[in-house]
Structure formats: C-alpha cells, structure tokens
T-cell receptor
Framework: DAMVIQNPRYQVTQFGKPVTLSCSQTLNHNVMYWYQQKSSQAPKLLFHYYDKDFNNEADTPDNFQSRRPNTSFCFLDIRSPGLGDAAMYLC?????????????FGPGTRLLVL | GQNIDQPTEMTATEGAIVQINCTYQTSGFNGLFWYQQHAGEAPTFLSYNVLDGLEEKGRFSSFLSRSKGYSYLLLKELQMKDSASYLCAVVDSNYQLIWGAGTKLIIKP
C-alpha cells in the first residue's frame, strides 16, 4: 500500500542535543510538509517542499531545518532542542501544492526532550 | 487575523448522533476539510467541501454554508471507535491551510 512512513515513532533526546526525524513516502507526491502538534492544539506548519523548492513559514524558529534529498525522503533537523520543542511531529504529503489537495499524514514522531 | 472555532470537547452516547460545528473567519475561502485524529495518531482525511450543502459519506456527513462561514460534521450511529478529535481546516485565498484546534469527541456506552 502507498503510504507515508515516519521513523522513529518515539524519540527521546537531551536538552540541546541535535536530533533528526525522518519521513518517507511511496505516494510519489510532489509536496511534503512538516507539522508540529502539541497536545490539544492545531497542527502548526513548520515548512513544506514543493518538489525541491523549500518554503519556510515565517514564524518557524531557526532551530528547525529540513532537507529533502529526493522525492521520497524528507528530514527534520532540530539543532538544539529545548523543552518547548517536545511535541508530536507530523509529516504529510500531497499531490500538488497545499490548499485544495488532500494531505496524507504519517503516523508521527513523538519527541521527548529531557 | 484568521480564525477557526470549534468546541473543545463533546460527549455523546454510543448509537446516537452528534454534530460538531466549525466557524471560520479567513482571508478568502477555497474549501474546508474535516480530519479525524485518534489520540497519539496522525490525522486522517474525512471530507472536503467547497460548495454549499451537505455531502454524505456513510455514517459521516459534512455541511457547508459559505455565507455564514460555517460547517458541521454529522456522525450517525456512533461507535466507540469514533472517539477521537475532529479537526476542521480551511483553505484561504492564498491556498494556505488554516487548522482549527480540534474537537475531542468522547463516546460513552
């Protein structure tokens, strides 16, 4: 089945220790997104790629970076995690640019910062 | 600013019907999504409305009134597995997706 895969499902890191979350997709979608979601809150878009075109949201902290080496893979790097970065990180894809295209989500990676 | 309003939490009984409302104030409108999200899991697509009216899909229906900036998700014959959060998201004039915080639905036997 075509799908969006995220690894790991749970990640524990130490305050200030860099961490990388990964996402892969077999849907062959052009667009990949990274969201941060805290408990009982709306998903917050961090950035998205349209093919190789990177689009950063204005309020995404510099602490968050992303890489998309090819169509299938996308990575979220948190350079110096703080306690406030503990959250669920969701990867999503869509066939075309965000908006009217349905987004398909991976299972998420829950990040815990100690 | 852009705003999506949904009730924080609702409770309903197994087998009953529940309506989850969503009101929005956005810069333009290009459609409205409903997603279901079980605790600790990713959102999954339920429906997309861009024209006024009711769209039915099995036990779930979604209604839109663009003039009122209003939508609802109707769940019939509730099952325990319907316990989840339901997220409303609106596509604005820039084709950006604006998310609501979700409504946590609790189903009781």
């Amino acid at each position: 089945d075509a799908m969006v895969i995220q690894n790991p499902r749970y990640q524990v890191t130490q305050f200030g220790k860099p961490v990388t979350l990964s996402c892969s997709q077999t849907l062959n979608h052009n667009v990949m997104y990274w969201y941060q979601q805290k408990s009982s809150q709306a998903p917050k878009l961090l950035f998205h790629y349209y093919d190789k075109d990177f689009n950063n949201e204005a309020d995404t902290p510099d602490n968050f970076q992303s890489r998309r080496p090819n169509t299938s893979f996308c990575f979220l790097d948190i350079r110096s995690p703080g306690l406030g970065d503990a959250a669920m990180y969701l990867c999503a894809t869509s066939r075309d640019r965000m908006g009217v295209e349905t987004q398909y989500f991976g299972p998420g990676t829950r990040l815990l910062v100690l | 600013g852009q705003n999506i309003d949904q009730p924080t939490e609702m409770t309903a009984t197994e087998g009953a019907i529940v309506q989850i409302n969503c009101t929005y104030q956005t810069s333009g409108f290009n459609g409205l999504f409903w997603y279901q999200q079980h605790a600790g899991e990713a959102p999954t697509f339920l429906s997309y409305n861009v024209l006024d009216g009711l769209e039915e899909k099995g036990r779930f229906s979604s209604f839109l009134s663009r003039s009122k900036g209003y939508s609802y998700l109707l769940l019939k014959e509730l099952q325990m597995k319907d316990s989840a959060s339901y997220l409303c998201a609106v596509v604005d004039s820039n084709y950006q997706l604006i998310w609501g915080a979700g409504t946590k639905l609790i189903i009781k036997p």
